[in-house]
Every structure is written in structure tokens, then in C-alpha cells.
């Protein structure tokens, strides 16, 4: 088949790389020509375990082409993906629709035979009638159809979500949308993989309600977390205990300091605003989204409680930076509440993480960074994990805390093994854990270079 692809995001980098991969021939088009000259050179401007390697075997067979111009994609296309960003409007919380209704203008314009449009980007319920209708104005005898194709990729493993996935999700309302669908993903349905066709409307609605389920389910386990440190239990074995319950199930119960990434955090906006529209309240979602909020904020009281109650004057050290491993992307990530919190009390932060301290260094300010986090956790009061990478993981914990002035870790991650840093001689705070206690543990005074001042957490939580 012939694929266009519009956007060459993360989303449709990765579509249109695996689309490639499957035999068909995939033109990605992409209005920055900088971006493209780039492409073309087999330079990839996200970062994504194993892709560069398929872009640029796919590209040398001739399979996956790049350009800047929509017509030279449409050409023969028999498919035309839209994947374009559906940011939030900044102060709504709502999707902005103005890529998805722009490329839809241009497939108008450019289309020659008949076309399947489908709809990648995440985007509320009834996008798919709008675009329908956009492309009917400008082509009123054109004949087209409009599906819609949620994708559930998870960054680091996008490829293998791609071309393993769960479920494949189409919602379509004609035959001719249906048939070329199906040969599409053909690779998949010979794999046995669950190919559920919908209606449009509720392909558009199962991308929401996934994402805001999940983020439902780690905020569930990060509340119980907080209760476990309370009651004096591990939340490690709470999740198991609970996961192994096939109607609960053990993915997403691994507590943390709050999700972040570019999905979560929006989508579950996004369908707030979509319920408010329409009259119906999802308090369940409401709900997540402040609880992870306050979660988020609230991490920086950890790191108090554990230096004594003040960081003024302290240097702490950050280990990870990116929402989650395996990403270079940083937004809403959790460590970006945590730094400039602690910064507003005073504190000093030196930082490390393997791919994300470029785009850290963007959005956060007076971040010393680090390539080598031995030297990043050097003469540090205490030291942060806040994304688990597998390098970080695997860091020599005796090296570490023989570079730092104190003993104190907050493994916002359970990370390391409590028993093990312990071993290191760490003085642990993890997460859902027993809290522990502060005397004759530390090694140092970590106050002795600050004038004391205790923080109220009454000022940090708002409360
Ligand atoms: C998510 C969805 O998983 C994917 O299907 C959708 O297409 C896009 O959004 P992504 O944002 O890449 O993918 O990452 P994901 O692995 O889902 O993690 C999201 C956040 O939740 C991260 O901050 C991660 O650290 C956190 N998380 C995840 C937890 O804290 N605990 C968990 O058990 C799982």
C-alpha cells in the first residue's frame, strides 16, 4: 500500500517507520524543512530506543521517503494519516485542533482518487466529524473516508508497542475505510492481535478513557503508598498481592512520585473538558488529576523530612530527570516540581540523567549538570533519584556515597534496593515504605553549613 503520513512527531515518526517495515511504501511529510533535511540524512530529532535503526533501513530501501510537500505525498496515497500535535490551549486545558483542521485543509486540496483520512492524533470525540466535514467543503464531490486510529505507544517502547500491540483500535464508518484498514494491519490480525473495529466516535473516546484509566490506577497505588509508609508496610508487596488479581492486574502499580509525560497529564485534561461539554462529571478523573498534581509538589517535603526539615543552603543531588527511563522528553515531569521547589527553599541542585539534560537544561535555571554521576552526587547533603533509568540502576552505591557528604538517599523510584543501599550504608526514604528514622543513621551534619529554619509543610503543601 501507499501511505502518507502528515506530522513527523513521535507519532508518526514511529507509524510511519513501522508501516515501512511492514512493505508499504510510507511518504512522512512534515511542514519544517529543517526537520526533514535532517530526516533525510537519517538524523532523528526525538530519541526512542531502536527507531533510528528502522528509519534508517526502511529510508535506504526506498520505503519510508520524507519530504515537506503534502501533494507530492498524497500522490497514489491510498491511506493519509493525520498525526499531527494536539497541544493543550494554554489556560483550557482543551485540545488545540488547529494542526489536525490545517492538515485536513491540505489532504482537501491535495487529493486526487479516493483516500481513507484517518485521524492518529489524540483527539476528542467528534474531531473526526469535523474533519469529515472540513475536507466535504473544500471537495464536495471528492471521494474520501474518515477513520479514526488511536495509537497507545509508550515512549522508550514505542517500536515494540507498534509492532506488538495489545489491541488495535479503528473506528470507521463505511466498508471502503474497513477493507483498506484491514489489509493495512493485516501483519497483525495474521499475528492473532485483536483488531477492534468502532464506531469513530468511540475509537476517538477508548484513546481518552485508557489513558486516563491508567492514570487512575497509578495514582490509586501512589495514595495507597502513602498510606502503607503510615501504617508501616511495603507497598511492593501490596501491589503484588492485589495485581495478581486478573480483574485488577499487576501493570501500572509500581508507586512513584506522579506520572508524567506529554500523554497523561493532557489527555486526562482533555477529557474533563470533553465531560464538562457534555453535561457529565467524571469525578473519578477529576480527582487524579489534582491528587497527581499535589503528589507531584509534595515530593519536595519528602527530601525536608529527610535532611531534618530544611534545605537552605544544602546541595542536592538529582538522579534522573526525564518524566520516565528511556525518554529524552521532560515534560510535566516530576523532577521539574521537585528542583524548583526545592530551589525556592534554598537548596543547591546538581543533576544527572543519560539523554534528558539538554532538554532539562531549557526549562530548568541554576542547575549545575552532570555526565558522570559519581561527580554529580559529589559533596551532595543528599541525593534524589527521581527516574529510574537502568544506568542509574546500576549505579556502584559504596562509589556513591563515598563522593557525598552525607548518607542520605530519597529514592522516589524504590530504585535500589532499600536493603541494599542500607547495606551501602545509605540512610533510605523511599516510597511506600516504612518511614525510618533520622537518628544515629546519618553520617555528617547536614545542617552544619546552613543556619537551621524548619519549613512548615503547611507552606509547601498549601494547605
Ligand atoms: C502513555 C500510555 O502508556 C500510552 O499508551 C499512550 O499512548 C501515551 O501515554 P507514556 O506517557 O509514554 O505512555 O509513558 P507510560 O509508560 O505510560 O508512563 C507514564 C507515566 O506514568 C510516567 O511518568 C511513569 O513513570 C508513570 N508510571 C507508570 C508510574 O508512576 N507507575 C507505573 O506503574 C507506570
Not at 473495529?197 to 473516546?205: F, G, K, M, N, P
Request: glycine fraction near 10%.
Amino acid at each position: 500500500m501507499k501511505i502518507a503520513v502528515i506530522g513527523t512527531g513521535y507519532v508518526g515518526l514511529v507509524s510511519g517507520t513501522c508501516f515501512a517495515e511492514w512493505g508499504n511504501t510510507v511518504v512522512c511529510v512534515d511542514k519544517n524543512a529543517e526537520k526533514i533535511a535532517q530526516l533525510k540524512q537519517g538524523k532523528l530529532p526525538i530519541y526512542e530506543p531502536g527507531l533510528e535503526k528502522l528509519v534508517l533501513r526502511n529510508h535506504a530501501t526506498g520505503r519510508l521517503v520524507f519530504t515537506t510537500s503534502i501533494t507530492e505525498a498524497m500522490a497514489g496515497a491510498d491511506v493519509v494519516f493525520i498525526a499531527v500535535g494536539t497541544p493543550p490551549r494554554p489556560g483550557h486545558g482543551d485540545a488545540d485542533l488547529s494542526f489536525v483542521y490545517g492538515a485536513a485543509k491540505e489532504i482537501a486540496q491535495a487529493m486526487e482518487n479516493h483516500a481513507v483520512v484517518v485521524v492518529k492524533s489524540t483527539v476528542p470525540v467528534g474531531t473526526g466529524d469535523a474533519v469529515e466535514k472540513i475536507i466535504a467543503t473544500i471537495r464536495p464531490k471528492g471521494s474520501f473516508s474518515v477513520a479514526s486510529n488511536p495509537e497507545f505507544l509508550r515512549e522508550g517502547s514505542a517500536i515494540d508497542d507498534f509492532l506488538f500491540p495489545d489491541r488495535v483500535v479503528i473506528g470507521i464508518e463505511d466498508d471502503v475505510a474497513r477493507e483498506k484498514m484491514a489489509v493495512l494491519y493485516g501483519p497483525l490480525a495474521d499475528a492473532k492481535t485483536p483488531i477492534v473495529i468502532t464506531q469513530r466516535r468511540a475509537a476517538e473516546l477508548i484513546k481518552y478513557a485508557s489513558n486516563a484509566f491508567l492514570a487512575t490506577k497509578i495514582t490509586f497505588i501512589n495514595e495507597l503508598a502513602d498510606l502503607c509508609e503510615q501504617v508501616g508496610t511495603d507497598v511492593g508487596e501490596l501491589a503484588l498481592g492485589i495485581g495478581l488479581d486478573h480483574r485488577i492486574g499487576r501493570a501500572f502499580l509500581k508507586a512513584g512520585p506522579g506520572y508524567g509525560g506529554s500523554c497523561f497529564p493532557k489527555d486526562t485534561l482533555a477529557l474533563l473538558r470533553t465531560a464538562q461539554d457534555y453535561g457529565v462529571a467524571l469525578r473519578v478523573v477529576e480527582e487524579t488529576v489534582a491528587a497527581n498534581e499535589a503528589r507531584k509538589r509534595r515530593m519536595a517535603l519528602k527530601v525536608l523530612d529527610a535532611v531534618g526539615g530544611d534545605v537552605d543552603g544544602l546541595t542536592i543531588a538529582v538522579l534522573g530527570l526525564t518524566f520516565k527511563p528511556d525518554t529524552d522528553d521532560m515534560r510535566e515531569a516530576p523532577s521539574l516540581a521537585l528542583i524548583e521547589t526545592l530551589q525556592r527553599f534554598g537548596a543547591n541542585i546538581q543533576a544527572h540523567d543519560p539523554v534528558g539534560m539538554e532538554n532539562a537544561a531549557r526549562i530548568l535555571e541554576n542547575v549545575a549538570m552532570f555526565d558522570d554521576p559519581y561527580e554529580c552526587v559529589r559533596n551532595a547533603d543528599a541525593v534524589v533519584v527521581v527516574t529510574e533509568w537502568e544506568s542509574i540502576r546500576q549505579l556502584d552505591l559504596y562509589r556513591l556515597k563515598q563522593a557525598m557528604r552525607s548518607a542520605i538517599m530519597i529514592d522516589l523510584r524504590n530504585a535500589f534496593g532499600r536493603g541494599a543501599a542500607q547495606a551501602a550504608g545509605f540512610h533510605v526514604t523511599s516510597i511506600g515504605q516504612p518511614v525510618p528514622q533520622l537518628s544515629g543513621i546519618i553520617s555528617g551534619d547536614v545542617h552544619a553549613a546552613s543556619d537551621h529554619r524548619p519549613v512548615s509543610h503547611a507552606v509547601l503543601t498549601g494547605t
